[in-house]
Antibody
């Protein structure tokens, strides 16, 4: 059974930092593109970042450039999102997900999401 | 950035109705379009990719069509489990972008 389990969310003050983790199991993690998607309370979906299967290429939305960093550890089957200089507008549920394998086979793997609240 | 515009933003329909949701891209995205379904408090679920290809395990009452800038998602016979919010997403170009969503409610 495929599982993606996010952790690390919580309440943080503006300007603070938080590190999210996503633990994968049940599929060949190292062969899949991994993606972060977020959803502010009561709002729609926003793509945040993609990271290539080998971690060599990363793409992210402009609003987080220079503040968020993305990494993966294929040996530990884990995905990470380091969030610095957090703003109120970063408040959202953050989902770890995968839609594509390295050979462009379609997937639909999602974590349960972890809530990040940026507030003083 | 490519803007994705969905319409309507919400609709009311009855069980058994045929429902069509449209999605328009601000520039040509060929067929690089996916549709997702999200129920309250749950992670989204992929329904369609490549504009018209059904995700594995998704019932055939869901169908997608279109190419270029105009796309549609059709639900042939609405069932209680289909009441949800639907999102389109383009994956032609970074940054990937979602439409604003269409909430399908019970009439």
């Amino acid at each position: 059974e495929v599982q993606l389990v996010e952790s690390g969310g919580g309440l943080v003050q503006p300007g603070g930092s938080l590190r999210l983790s996503c633990a994968a199991s049940g599929f060949t993690f190292s062969s899949y593109w991994m993606t972060w998607v977020r959803q502010a309370p009561g709002k729609g979906l926003e793509w945040v970042a993609d990271i290539k299967p080998d971690g060599s290429d990363k793409y992210c939305v402009d609003s987080v450039k220079g503040r968020f960093s993305f990494s993966r550890d294929n040996a530990k089957k884990s995905l990470f999102l380091q969030m610095n200089s957090l703003r109120a507008e970063d408040t959202a549920v953050y989902y770890c997900t995968s839609w594509w394998s390295s050979t462009w086979q379609r997937a639909d793997y999602w974590g349960q999401g972890t809530l990040v609240t940026v507030s003083s | 950035d490519i803007q994705m515009t969905q319409s309507p933003s919400s609709l009311s329909a009855s069980v058994g109705d045929r429902v069509t949701i449209t999605c328009r891209a601000s520039q040509d995205i060929s067929n690089s379009l996916a549709w997702f379904q999200q129920k309250p408090g749950k992670a989204p679920k992929s329904l369609i990719y490549a504009a018209s290809s059904l995700q594995s395990g998704v019932p055939s009452k869901f169908s997608g069509s279109g190419s270029g800038t105009d796309f549609t998602l059709t639900i042939s016979s609405l069932q209680p489990g289909d009441f949800a919010t639907y999102y389109c997403q383009q994956y032609k170009t970074y940054p990937l972008t979602f439409g604003g969503g269409t909430k399908v409610e019970i009439k």
